[in-house]
């Protein structure tokens, strides 16, 4: 089974199945994966920000926890239905 994007039905109901070749066996499914944690290299930079933040408007930094949090009934580009964490829900990728 591939899951394609909604653009790409679009451009077959519009151009007809002839443009679509039949995946090969060959083909092996790919495993798109998703963190929210910094490198080391972006981690000082991270730090900075985070400090003018909490300056100049008094906020901070929500644990870690809180982000991994399932949000009922919420489905994104990248979990199924329930299965949608805070951090999923606050940084799309559809943009």
Known sequence: MY?????????????????VEAPSMED???????????????????????????ATWGYERMPPEVGNVVVPDVATNLRRLGEARLYDCLFSDAW
């Open 3 to 19: 899951i394609l994007p909604a653009w790409v039905g679009k451009l077959l109901r519009l151009f007809g199945s002839e443009l």
């Open 28 to 54: 092996k499914p790919t495993q798109r994966v998703v963190s929210f944690d910094l490198s080391p290299d972006e981690q000082p930079y991270a730090a900075v920000i985070a400090q003018e933040i909490e």
